[in-house]
């Protein structure tokens, strides 16, 4: 459904804020396609002949002449009949002075997306926290039509929240939620086309996310399959690595060992070697030394005997002479 609108700004807002800006901010919260086109409605700026009228206006203006008993917010006006006026935005909450705590980008998208959902047909919702409880949500998302400028605590246990739910939220459809205006439901969308349009465009977005999503698994894990491929590689090259290292390392060792042994063996070759050379040479020596006392013995007794020898000849050459000399 197209809605033609246009924005304003009080007379009293003139040195205060550009008309141009406050229009291209609306502009672009009404074109999000995370906004109310999700339910099929398109907002077209119409200068000459709008149906939607949003006015920013000075919080005095706002708070005691056009959204009276209602201090502090901005409101949306309606005929007796049911029918919307306009939406007056408050300037004061505008600029930060709300209770919201949201970002003040976000407040602006909170506060015309809220405004805009009353002026569609809804009034004011409760958190969906049964709806949220379902889908196993944590921190549970305000429906745009619960009051942020009140701050946190008037919305709790829902957390602020500036766009209206998902198109499967029932809550924040203006065709569907049970909070809807019983007069205004004349800005449904038109039953059928646009939002079948809506939702085979959501399916088609859905169905092209989730073949973007599976496809970028599937990269990955190939990806990861890949990277643990070449890990895999690299630590059986390494093992290889390490155990050709260690072989030769134990080569090495072994080695060094028959060396070390080949070197003892030699030395203890060398050592008995000489030892027995050694022994040879002692026994030589041991031999020339028993030569040399039986050889001085034996002259030592030869010359006795010689000594006796001549004593004997002597004494009897003597007793001959004698006998001789006697005869
Ligand atoms: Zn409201």
Redesign the pocket.
Known sequence: MIIYYNTFIGDELINKISDIEFRQIVDSILSDKEGWPQYGYKFIHDIKNPQLKIYIRGAYETEKKLCKGLPG?S??RFKKNGDPIDIIINYNNWIGGSKSELSIEKYHKYVIN??VG?WLGIG?TKCPIEECKKRGYTSCPASI?Q?MSKGPNHISPCVESYKPLPYDWIIDDPTKSPYLFSKTNRFKTKSGLTQNKAKSELAQNKAKSELTQNKAKSELTQNKAKSELAQNKAKSELAQNKAKSELKQNKNIDLKQNKNNNLKQNKNNNLKQNKTKNGLAQNKNNDLKQKNKIFIILTIVIILILIVIIIVIKNRIHNFISIQLLK
């Open positions: 917010l409101c949306t809220h405004e009353h004011h039509m009051q």
